[in-house]
């Protein structure tokens, strides 16, 4: 980091809210729609094993711990202290599939960046340029 230090986390942990910054933030509403949805239910299926192992890290220090292990062996517990956590939103379709690029919907009236992956800020200006476009569109 700028300031010298080192960030190692997980990546890839499902949130159970759309905006939950916290581990603990949970809406069961929202949590409820994801898991009946069928593209998460067969990505979750493909995937559960890679899934499970992410939540372990991310719930348990110990679980942290013992993977950071494997590249810093010298690391400890006490080495340690919790960081921020972002959301890192992807899409995925009824199919199952990761939708690694942007999706932009739009109908009259309405448009809605629904996937911004990362390079999200790197294309910030791009995406700009396109929803302006379609603005533009729905204006003639």
Same mark, same amino acid.
């Given at each position: 980091?700028?300031?010298?230090?080192?960030?190692?986390?997980?990546?890839?942990?499902?949130?159970?809210?759309?905006?939950?910054?916290?581990?603990?933030?949970?809406?069961?509403?929202?949590?409820?729609?994801?898991?009946?949805?069928?593209?998460?239910?067969?990505?979750?299926?493909?995937?559960?094993?890679?899934?499970?192992?992410?939540?372990?890290?991310?719930?348990?220090?110990?679980?942290?711990?013992?993977?950071?292990?494997?590249?810093?062996?010298?690391?400890?517990?006490?080495?340690?202290? &919790? !960081?921020?956590?972002? @959301?890192?939103?992807?899409?995925?379709? #009824? /199919?199952?599939?990761? %939708?690694?690029?942007?999706?932009?919907?739009?109908? &009259? !009236?309405?448009?809605? @960046?629904?996937?911004?992956?990362?390079? #999200? /800020?790197?294309?910030? %200006?791009?995406?700009?340029?396109?929803?302006?476009?379609?603005?533009?569109?729905?204006?003639?």
């Amino acid at each position: 980091m700028i300031q010298g230090g080192i960030e190692a986390g997980p990546n890839a942990v499902l949130a159970f809210k759309r905006e939950g910054y916290s581990r603990w933030d949970i809406h069961l509403r929202e949590l409820a729609e994801i898991l009946v949805f069928p593209g998460f239910r067969k990505i979750a299926r493909k995937y559960w094993r890679d899934g499970w192992a992410e939540m372990q890290r991310s719930y348990s220090k110990q679980h942290f711990v013992k993977a950071l292990q494997r590249l810093i062996p010298e690391i400890r517990s006490e080495d340690l202290t &919790p !960081g921020r956590s972002g @959301v890192r939103a992807m899409a995925c379709d #009824a /199919a199952g599939n990761l %939708l690694d690029d942007f999706l932009i919907l739009s109908k &009259p !009236g309405v448009i809605n @960046v629904c996937n911004a992956p990362s390079p #999200a /800020a790197t294309a910030s %200006l791009a995406v700009g340029e396109t929803v302006a476009a379609r603005v533009l569109e729905q204006c003639n």
